[in-house]
């Protein structure tokens, strides 16, 4: 059992949401701040596309780092320093002149990026006990899916009004005081694993956890729906300005019904997977990349804006759904002290998803004269993908020193 108050526990998590929205807010702005952005610096979609994806490559490349550490030294540093970073480059990118300076701005970024989902899921495993693990990640995802909401609707008014340098000094702002008070007030308690006759279980060594065949079946499905999803996220504000006809105003706006329903996914898969028995994920999964295939060829070829916004918003359902699952995996299953590197892992490719999405989109329609069906169909084939990985996944029923039981009780 952990030894920490419910009081001081949903404080430490309260900080925590108000982090990943912060992060949430820079994300998901961009996807708005290219559109004006692209304009300003006279971008071809490509290039567009780079600007979205220095974030990811650099998100990437700390992710497994920032797993490693937060096992080691526990999730503190990792997301403050993580946060602080996210803030402090937000008030820069407001100030850059140039698509090169740009570039290297949102490299940065990424760094902050790359540590705080990593950092969190290990803080997860520090406060709360298995068998609420699920909906405690889901509410967190839902902070990421409201501050999508906010982002796309307030940045886009923001942007309008004021121009996209004022949504970037706004969200950095905002960010700094939250790094302040998580500076201040975050002390999550650090748990060290031992088995029940009081030995400290040994940490995996990080070239056996790469043997482990499960391992790489969960980070292929988690490369597939991220594809899927920051690929989506990316290039829908842009599909729906030069395919749609509709302004920067009315894309945040119309937006926001789709993140709504992401958000309602994300609560309800977590209260589901919490409330199920252990190794059904794969239907979940299986659903999820089901949903959302059927609604991007449904939504492409949609013959009214208020269809595409119907199966956008059960597209996002789907695809938050299978986001969901994966992500709860190594939460519920993986030796808590691994979970870190585990999960560092699966952002990594996850990372690099969003490094490569958005520019292999920009660059298909690009060449195909400004066709976004190929792109949406590139989506698709990721989805494809992640569903037949999904009928490898298997918990294994005895403790191997990566997953516990499906039927063990962690604490």
Same mark, same amino acid.
């Given at each position: ?9 949903? &404080?430490? &998590? ?27 610096? =006279? ?15 650099? $998100? ?23 946060? +602080?970073?996210?803030?402090? +480059? ?8 140039? &698509? ?6 949102? &490299? ?17 495993? @520090? ?119 509709? =302004?920067?105003? @009315? ?96 952002? +990594?490719?996850?990372?690099? $998803?969003? +490094? ?41 029923? #005895?403790?191997?020193?990566?997953? #516990? ?7």
């Amino acid at each position: 059992m952990l030894k920490m108050s419910n009081k001081r526990r949903h &404080f430490i &998590f309260s900080l925590l949401f108000l982090g990943w929205i912060v992060d949430s807010l820079t994300l998901f702005g961009m996807n708005i701040a290219i559109i004006p952005i692209s304009e300003e610096f =006279n971008l071809t979609k490509t290039q567009s596309g780079m600007v979205i994806s220095s974030f990811w490559l650099s $998100s990437a490349c700390m992710t497994v780092l920032a797993g490693w550490f937060s096992d080691k030294f526990g999730s503190r540093k990792v997301i403050v320093i993580a946060l +602080f970073i996210i803030s402090l +480059f937000s008030l820069v990118t407001g100030m850059v002149g140039s &698509f090169a300076s740009i570039l290297l701005v949102r &490299f940065v970024l990424g760094l902050g990026d790359g540590g705080l989902p990593t950092g969190s899921g290990v803080a997860i495993t @520090e406060i709360y006990k298995k068998n609420v693990r699920a909906r405690a990640k889901s509410i967190l995802l839902a902070a990421q899916l409201l501050g999508g909401v906010l982002a796309l609707y307030i940045t886009a008014v923001i942007s309008d009004a004021y121009g996209w340098r004022a949504m970037f000094y706004t969200i950095g702002g905002i960010g700094l005081v939250v790094t302040l008070l998580l500076a201040i007030y975050y002390h999550p308690p650090k748990v060290e694993k031992v088995t029940a006759d009081g030995v400290l279980i040994p940490r995996v060594p990080m070239k056996e956890l790469y043997k482990h065949k499960m391992l790489w079946v969960v980070v292929i499905m988690y490369l597939g729906s991220s594809i899927a999803q920051w690929g989506f996220s990316s290039w829908m504000p842009s599909y729906l300005e030069s395919s749609r006809d509709l =302004n920067l105003k @009315e894309v945040g706006s119309f937006a926001m019904i789709p993140q709504a329903f992401g958000l309602a996914s994300a609560i309800l898969t977590g209260y589901l997977i919490d409330k199920g028995r252990g190794g059904k994920e794969k239907w979940f999964i299986l659903a999820g990349t089901t949903i959302a295939s059927i609604c991007l060829l449904l939504m492409y070829n949609a013959p009214t804006l208020g269809l595409v916004i119907v199966y956008q918003s059960i597209f996002t359902f789907g695809s938050s759904m299978l986001s969901m699952t994966i992500l709860t995996i190594p939460l519920k299953y993986v030796a808590g002290n691994i979970v870190g590197t585990f999960m560092g892992s699966m952002y +990594f490719v996850g990372g690099l $998803s969003g +490094f490569i999405a958005p520019i292999v989109m920009g660059g298909l329609i690009d060449a195909f004269g400004g066709l976004y069906l190929v792109a949406f169909l590139f989506l698709i084939a990721a989805l494809i993908m992640t569903g037949i990985c999904s009928l490898l996944f298997k918990i294994p029923e #005895e403790n191997d020193g990566v997953f #516990e039981s499906a039927l063990s009780d962690l604490e």
